[in-house]
């Protein structure tokens, strides 16, 4: 028998109880939930762990999410990123779609079924791209 390894999410959220809601919905899913309060020590982990999909707020201390969402995926560019927000300079969210560090922005609050289809598309699509690059790189 074949026994799938359970996607691996962060959750980059400095409120508490946002970032343990959101990782209890996951987890009820299966997926493996990290919750990071602190983008520094977010960084860290990244440099330490690969991550299917991370989950970043946009106001946070020290950093805001796009200001993490760049770094992370520079350390982790086939990672899909979400960016969540209530409060949000919608330019900032476009430059970061633009660019490619984010792949969606949800706003707060969420529908919880949406959002658990949105993380579900995007680890399918962050699978998709690691299976062709690995190909790439074996041909």
Known sequence: MIHS???SILIVEDDA????????????????VSICPDPNAAL???SRRIFD???TDQMMPIMNGTEFAAL???????V??????GY?????????????SIQKFIPKPWNNEDILNIVEKEIQLSKISQAQITWANEN
């Open 72 to 78: 992370a995926k520079a350390m982790q560019p086939n």
């Open 80 to 85: 899909h990123m979400l960016l969540i927000s």
């Open 44 to 46: 860290a982990l990244c």
């Open 88 to 100: 949000i300079d919608t330019d900032k969210a476009d430059k970061a779609l633009e660019n490619g």
């Open 53 to 55: 999909l991370i989950i």
């Open 5 to 7: 390894t359970p996607k």
């Open 17 to 32: 109880l946002v970032a343990s809601s959101l990782a209890r919905m996951l987890r009820l899913k299966l997926y493996d």
